[in-house]
């Protein structure tokens, strides 16, 4: 398959395959994953590789011998002969993105700490005492749940419905013919990269990247804003709803509402972290080098990122829908847990990373629609009423003065609004503000 560079999107497709192969491929899973960790291990010791141009010839150097390479490092070729090399480059491109995700983090805490530092000199100083550091580094990654790409030399395209894959049989790697659900055809306009093996409970899929490669006529917002007719959907990223969008004109006037729940989602999660505590002041110590209650963490790792995709997808669809040409998000970057148990304090963490993961997927899942996304600030987006304009937005739930539920407007005494569709109601008129006004 060809590298392509470009807007990109995944199609599953369902593999019917026999028993035999089933164990295959587990095989070709486990030792695909097993070199992706001894990659792991050599980006560890050859740090300089990272973020640096010609990292894939210097590791195939250090590791893999050919005729021109007799002296390699590594003894990879003695652990693993024959590997094939379509899926040994495929594993160290993995290795290497984990390796630079690992550089990032561990970038930004070091900048983080210097900081820190340098705040306590201030402090210092100025006769107040030194406040702690206390955020542990980020720890390089040794282990890997990745799951084996196959590059042009290890997949060969029979028809729209049969492939042939080589897999690992237990002693040796062969081809072995699989059935596809759903045709491997691109999409008008679209074309296939490197498809990915993936297995869930129900069986084995295959993951397809598809790139968009038809000019995308994308506009600016000092452009759009200038059509009278311009629908744009406005979204609140909230606790109690996933998000409440609606679609509005540039006058403000109100086409449609899209309430999307996250009770149930939010009550999920947090019972997750409540086995999770509980399981912690049971076994007070953890042993050093182990995951602790790694199942449940993955559990909440894959429920946070499923949100993520359901309600980016029903966003941009909502917005494709009514013909809406922008998407508009706040700019929320410095949340804050409120007080509370422990799971509550992880619970509300969790729901605002997904927030921020919400907005990335709509970002590219907008782009195949011809749909931009852009961010406001949420100054006064929840305290200026939609109605009267004054910053008279109380929140409240019915029956208590307490909450965040629903909203009232002291002023023109507006009551028993929904608190996040007057938030989104406020980010359009932040965004009017801001982009259509002279």
């Known amino acids: 398959m060809p590298h392509l560079r470009g807007f990109t999107k995944t199609r599953i497709h369902n593999i019917l395959i026999l028993s035999d192969t089933d164990q295959h491929m587990q095989c070709t899973v486990d030792q695909y994953r097993r070199v992706v960790s001894f990659y792991l291990q050599v980006f560890h010791d050859h740090q300089e590789l990272i973020g640096e141009g010609g990292w894939l010839l210097a590791t195939e150097t250090l590791t893999h011998r050919t005729a021109h390479n007799l002296n390699h490092i590594y003894p990879f070729d003695n652990e693993l002969p024959n590997y094939p090399s379509g899926l040994r480059r495929a594993a160290i491109a993995e290795a290497y993105g984990h390796a630079c995700a690992w550089k990032t983090s561990y970038d930004k805490w070091q900048t983080k700490k210097e900081r820190s530092e340098e705040r306590n000199l201030k402090r210092i100083s100025g006769e107040k005492g030194p406040i702690e550091f206390t955020d542990h580094p980020p720890q390089f990654p040794c282990d890997t749940k990745d799951w084996p790409v196959f590059y042009g030399t290890t997949l060969k395209m029979l028809d729209s419905h ?12 062969v081809y072995r013919k699989i059935t596809l659900a759903q045709a491997f055809i691109a999409p008008p306009g679209y074309a296939c990269g490197s498809p990915s093996l993936i297995h869930r409970s129900y069986g ?16 600016k917002i000092e452009t759009l804003v200038k059509d009278k007719d311009l ?7 909230g606790i109690n709803h996933h998000a ?17 729940s996250g009770a149930k989602d939010n009550r999920l999660r947090k019972r997750y972290l409540e086995k999770i505590v509980n399981l912690q002041m049971e076994t007070k110590i953890i042993p050093k080098g182990e995951r602790f209650a790694r199942d449940l963490w993955d559990k909440i790792s894959n429920l946070n990122d499923h949100v993520a995709h359901y309600v980016s997808k029903k966003l941009v669809e909502f917005a494709t829908t009514y013909g809406a040409k922008i998407i508009v998000f706040e700019h929320l970057g410095r949340l804050k847990p ?9 619970n509300q963490k969790f729901i605002f990373w997904v927030k921020g993961r919400t907005v990335k997927y709509a970002r590219y899942k907008a782009l195949h629609k011809g749909i931009i996304t852009c961010r406001v600030s949420p100054k006064n987006t929840s305290t200026r009423c939609p109605y009267c304009g004054t910053l008279t937005i109380i929140r409240y739930n019915k029956g208590t003065k307490k909450g965040v539920a629903l909203a009232q407007c002291t002023n023109c005494k507006t009551h028993d609004v929904n608190s996040d569709y007057v938030g989104s109601l406020g980010i359009g008129t932040a965004f009017r503000l801001k982009h259509c006004c002279p």
């Open 204 to 219: 084995w899929e295959l993951h397809v990247p598809i790139i968009l490669r038809e000019k995308v006529d994308l506009k």
């Open 162 to 173: 049969h492939l042939m894959v080589k897999v690992f049989t237990g002693k040796a790697y």
């Open 231 to 237: 629908r744009i959907c406005v979204v609140d990223l």
């Open 338 to 346: 409120s007080k509370g148990t422990k799971s509550h304090w992880f």
């Open 244 to 260: 409440v969008a609606t679609i509005q004109d540039t006058k403000g006037r109100v086409y449609a509402t899209l309430f999307i």
